[in-house]
């Protein structure tokens, strides 16, 4: 089954630990992104990149760190740093310049 | 990248035509137009994307005004299941899409 998996669908952590949000493609696209969206809100860009070993900070990094060691691979770790890390993220891929975006069906992080 | 203004909601009778208008005034040469769409606690959902020309698919029609300042999204026939907030992104670097707030799209019996 082709597409974007995100994993687990929902999460919780205790305030001031550490965790990892996985994002697996099998779509062999080079880029790939993390956004954060809030309530009501529309999606903000946390990290990106365009292909392995190379990625770029967006909008609201800071909290934030990624790595690409695979290109199928992008995983999201969000920091004690991060002051409020309770939202929906979601990853994203894409084949190129001007394509379009996938989106996968997201995780939604909850720290108490 | 571009910004754009679209309305916060909007109206449609099942079975009608749902035209959703976007604004993108400081669009440059190389940009493209794209809709998504999102129903609740999903990931967005790619529907269509334009440079110059109107652009039809399966789902919906994009028809981009001459100047390309603006843009409106066509839902031919709308049904229920088309209820979801409606994102206007304008895209010209490679690596980013900017999702502004959206419409929501209420589409009623």
């Known amino acids: 089954d082709g597409g974007i998996t995100q994993s687990p669908k929902y999460l919780f952590r205790k305030e001031g630990q550490n965790v990892t949000l996985s994002c697996e493609q099998n779509?062999?696209?080079?880029?790939m992104y993390w956004y954060r969206q809030d309530p009501g809100q529309g999606l903000r860009l946390i990290y990106y990149s365009q292909i392995v070993n190379d990625f770029q900070k967006g909008d609201i990094a800071e909290g934030y760190s990624v790595s690409r060691e695979k290109k199928e691979s992008f995983p999201l770790t969000v920091t004690s740093a991060q002051k409020n890390p309770t939202a929906f993220y979601l990853c994203a891929t894409s084949v190129g310049p001007n394509t379009e975006a996938f989106f996968g069906q997201g995780t939604r992080l909850t720290v108490v | 990248d571009a910004k754009t203004t679209q309305p916060t909601s909007m109206d449609c009778a099942e079975g009608r035509a749902a035209n959703l208008p976007c604004n993108h005034s400081t669009i440059s040469g190389n940009e493209y137009v794209y809709w998504y769409r999102q129903i609740h606690s999903q990931g967005p959902q790619y529907i269509i994307h334009g440079l110059k020309n109107n652009e039809t698919n399966e789902m919906a029609s994009l028809i981009i005004t001459e100047d390309r300042k603006s843009s409106t999204l066509i839902l031919p026939h709308a049904t229920l299941r088309d209820t979801a907030v409606y994102y206007c992104?304008?895209?010209?670097?490679?690596?980013?899409?900017?999702f502004g707030s959206g419409t929501k799209l209420n589409v009623k019996p």
């Open positions: 779509l062999n696209h080079d880029a």
């Open positions: 992104i304008v895209r010209g670097n490679f690596n980013k899409f900017y």
